[in-house]
């Protein structure tokens, strides 16, 4: 069989896949006070790692990544889950959050919020059951 | 009484879940600490329901957002006795699991699986807040879906759709009902919820979204809507069935009790003669399938129906005795109807077979199963000194007295027509004379009959130890019967 000419998409995807990662970055960041968040940080990050599985093949792919797709997403939770932990810790409510600004060095006077520890649970979660449904039903012969 | 245990029982499966997640292959570390997680939650029961009878209903306002504007979780005495139960309960039938369910469920995340569903089962018993209760009820429901589908056989497959069907179906309408209520009354928080109708003084529409509420529970109770579940119930393997008998029915109950007394109580003379003619409904047609099949499997689900009718009735009733029976009654179902489902499963594990003609005489092969049987199908039955009795007696003692004189009949008749269908289990299969050999058996019971000793030993102590519980049930009963304690609990004095 012809393999079909796609140097175009390969050579887009290279460049395209870098800037969706950096904006999914962006979107969870800008979360904490616009929108975006983890949820969307997180499928935003599944899209651009689809678009790669599409263009270059899935085994190609996870050569590279070989994380346990159910594993990230079980971590996720974890995480999310042990942050409303950390609250009981404090002897407040659980899921309580708490933030604080703190000098950071080169950043200056940073806000920095337990929420965030929350939000990459959540982005964490969001990519491992996307690609997890993804590759289960992509692998599937 | 702000608390932070009692997100515990919610958050303790869950954690322990993932973890069985990550460590995906290490089978021995997936048993153990299930079980781990199961004996936690009852010690976090024992301990709760100690802090209940000294200081009152226990409260958790999640993330520190006070009710009615965050997430509450609040724990009374029944809500905390049920965790209890589910936590005996299913210690019971992962143990039961451990030597039946078979590696490659195992290694298809039966264990982390069975804890999600524990999650929102003790989610649903202690949630204050009613979209909460769709949530848990929703992490409940997608966890069974993998579980009776787990291990694709041709029957799982077929039943999973119904199931999983009339499941959509019956959230679909959770849903709607929950945007109806809120749209009335403007809340979604039970205790807020209670005042609010109250206040309104339960007029014509409220009623009607109650009936649909009503609804929805009795899709998922399996009262009167119950013709998904013999073949739900009897596809999946004993330890997976067993778990879905004594607890996810038991949770549409508990759904309709805590809103039927905590909300939607002014107007008894329609809802609650509503739920008393759809529980006679359902332990006549439950009855008749339990006397009318020869399967094994089929005779013990009918009974699940029956019994679900028989504890409603008891709440219809809507008095002090009918309610402390129904305590009582849903308690000891709980645990009789594992272990029917173990025992039964055992048998069926044994001969290969559910049709009861095809055996007889296993008796004399398996007499310790076969005496425990005897037991389950006595205290299914109510016969005393066993767990069913105090209940029964509870239960019918309270319909009269609330003069629905038909329902009490209904009750005690269809307990006869229990005992009748349990019994013929029991004499086909056990006496007679013996058509099997040790070694023509399909299988053995090695590993299976501690749990099932366990269960027995339980449905006799609660039978002879009901005082032993006595004041937890009484306090129970008190909850449900005022609903000003659970508000006074929940709201601050500002917000009424």
Known sequence: ?141 | MMNNLIIGPIIIPVIIGLVLVVFKNNLGLHRYLSLFATVLIGLLAVLLLKQISTGGIQVLYLGGWEAPFGITLAADTFAVLLVLTTAIVTFCCLWYAFSSIGAEREQHYFYPLCLFLIAGVNGSFLTGDIFNLFVCFEVMLVASYVLISLGGTRMQLIESIKYVLINMISSFLFLVAVAYLYAITGTLNLAHLSIRVAQSGQDGLLTVVSLLFLIVFSLKAALFLFYWLPGSYSAPPTAIAAIFAALLTKVGVYAMVRLFSLVFYHDPGTTHLFIGALAAASMVLGALGAVAYDDIKKIITYNVVISIGFVLAGFASFSLVGIRGMVYYLLHDMIVKALLFLSAGTVIHLTGTAKIRKVSGLIRLHPQLGWMFFIAALSVSGIPPLSGFIGKVFVTAGVFHSAYYWLGGIGLFTSLMVLYSVMKIFMNVFWGHTNLTAETEKGTTQGLLPPIVALTALTIALGLGAEGIHSFVDLAVDGLLNPNLYIDAVLAQNVK
């Open chain 1, 1 to 141: 069989m012809k393999r079909p000419n796609d140097v175009i998409l390969r050579t887009v995807t290279k460049v395209a896949a870098v800037i969706i990662l950096t904006f999914s970055i962006h979107l969870f960041i800008s979360g904490h006070h616009f929108p975006g968040g983890g949820f969307i940080g997180g499928l935003t990050f599944t899209a651009a790692i689809t678009l790669l599985f599409l263009v270059y093949g899935i085994d190609t792919i996870r050569k590279n990544v070989s994380a346990d797709f159910k594993a990230v997403a079980a971590i996720g939770v974890l995480i999310s889950a042990l942050t409303g932990v950390g609250g009981m810790m404090a002897g407040k409510p659980f899921l309580y959050q708490s933030s604080g600004s703190v000098n950071l060095p080169f950043l200056g006077d940073t806000i920095l919020a337990t929420a965030v520890l929350f939000d990459v649970g959540v982005a964490l979660a969001v990519i491992g059951t996307a690609l997890t449904i993804i590759t289960s039903i992509g692998d599937d012969r």
